[in-house]
């Protein structure tokens, strides 16, 4: 067996002109440490999450192609009001993807029983040909599971398994869910049907509702119709709903569910409040769908907050046994709850595409890219 693993790597950079540029670059792997694996990279993600890094503040309108056909690039124009948020990037070439999946070739003496398993891992640096990576990072597939079914079994079923690890260790007893018919939405929902957890689905048209309706879910409103906020305070009240996890972020989506809940829980007051209600409405945003402000006209009282959430920390609050908790269901019910499904499975080189990067940079609902960086 080589001793080096040579590949190419995916690299984002945003120069001090303004100018996005992603090239495919030569990275040679020295052998694996004592702890450490070298796996070929046959499946990888393209999540929102990863978005923020590969295209970072660029105008997508203005993708372009660079380079050759045997070594191809992509650039893109950056508005310069969004450069002065990518100071501490600026002119470095940034290998990108969170997560991914693929076959062990080389492992480490105290890791040697990985060598030829198909695993799991997570890590950064995922959009290449080879990755070297810590074996404690890495989780070795069900027999029968493919790379494809093992490349999405971190960011989207942790982030969804947390929701629901968070409306218990926070006391509530349902939650509300925008963007519901994407991957982790469709998640989220075998989750809290198999563990009884009502579940508000907010959806922004009558397919998104088509999907959830056919995987079981019960409390679907869509937010595109003109009924929404009655729809969403029956939703809320018959349920209990006082968290949500929103993923757009901008406009007033978040103000929408907070009125609500405290319509919801004024249904049952006995007297008038001038200070609104006492229950205590929370909504975490963890994506950005919509990269535009937050609108929140604080219309419901004051028993309610709104924040950021992200995974890593909520993940390191829960601690290494609950981590590992989850780790385990989620490898238990890789092909099941926790199954991922994809527009398209595409190259390193076709990731550089103007027009297929224009199709993937939509975040559209349903629509998951995976690269396959063996092809």
């Known amino acids: 067996m080589a001793d080096r693993f040579t590949g190419l790597e995916l690299r984002s950079t945003v120069s001090s002109d303004a100018r996005l540029t992603l090239t495919l670059a030569p990275?040679?792997?020295d052998p694996p440490g004592p702890d450490e694996v070298i796996v070929r990279v046959e499946a990888t993600p393209i999540n929102p999450s990863d978005l923020g890094l590969l295209l970072g503040p660029a105008d997508v309108s203005t993708l372009a192609a660079s380079g050759s056909a045997d070594s191809p690039g992509l650039t893109a124009a950056i508005p310069p009001a969004r450069l002065g948020a990518m100071k501490a990037r600026l002119d470095q070439p940034m290998p990108v993807g969170n997560e991914g999946a693929g076959t062990?070739?080389?492992?480490?003496?105290?890791?040697?029983?990985l060598l030829g398993k198909k695993v799991g891992m997570i890590g950064g640096a995922m959009y290449a040909e080879y990755r070297k990576i810590a074996a404690r990072d890495c989780i070795p597939l069900p027999e029968g599971a493919s790379?494809?079914?093992?490349?999405?079994?971190?960011?989207?079923?942790l982030t969804a398994l947390a929701m629901v690890e968070t409306l218990r260790m926070e006391g509530h007893k349902a939650?509300?869910?925008?963007?519901a018919a994407s991957n982790l939405?469709?998640?989220l929902n075998r989750i809290c049907i198999?563990?009884?957890?009502?579940?508000?689905?907010?959806?922004?048209?009558?397919?998104?509702?088509?999907?959830?309706?056919e995987i079981g879910a019960k409390h679907i409103v869509d937010s595109s119709a003109a009924d929404f906020?009655?729809?969403?305070?029956?939703?809320?009240?018959?349920?209990?709903?006082?968290?949500?996890?929103?993923?757009?972020?901008?406009?007033?989506l978040v103000n929408s569910i907070l009125h609500a809940m405290e319509a919801a829980a004024n249904r049952s007051a006995t007297e008038y409040s001038r200070y609104g209600s006492s229950t205590f409405k929370q909504v975490y945003i963890y994506g950005a769908l919509d990269l535009g402000p937050t609108e929140l006209d604080r219309g419901?009282?004051?028993?309610?907050?709104?924040?950021?959430?992200?995974?890593?920390?909520f993940l390191m609050k829960l601690g290494m046994e609950g981590v590992l908790r989850l780790r385990a269901r989620v490898a238990a019910e890789l092909k099941t709850t926790f199954a991922s499904h994809y527009t398209a499975t595409i190259s390193l080189a076709e990731a550089l595409d103007p027009v297929i990067a224009a199709a993937y940079a939509k975040k559209a609902t349903g629509e998951k890219y995976l690269i396959d960086p063996s092809r």
Do not use: C
């Open 104 to 113: 062990v070739v080389a492992a480490g003496a105290n890791v040697a029983g």
């Open 194 to 213: 198999a563990d009884g957890v009502p579940l508000v689905n907010v959806v922004r048209n009558e397919a998104q509702a088509a999907i959830l309706r």
């Open 147 to 157: 790379a494809a079914d093992g490349a999405s079994m971190f960011v989207n079923p």
């Open 185 to 187: 939405g469709q998640m």
């Open 229 to 252: 906020r009655e729809k969403l305070t029956d939703a809320i009240a018959e349920t209990g709903a006082t968290l949500a996890f929103d993923a757009i972020g901008g406009g007033r």
């Open 27 to 29: 990275v040679t792997l």
């Open 300 to 313: 419901y009282g004051f028993a309610w907050g709104v924040s950021g959430f992200l995974l890593t920390p």
């Open 175 to 179: 939650l509300v869910h925008t963007a």
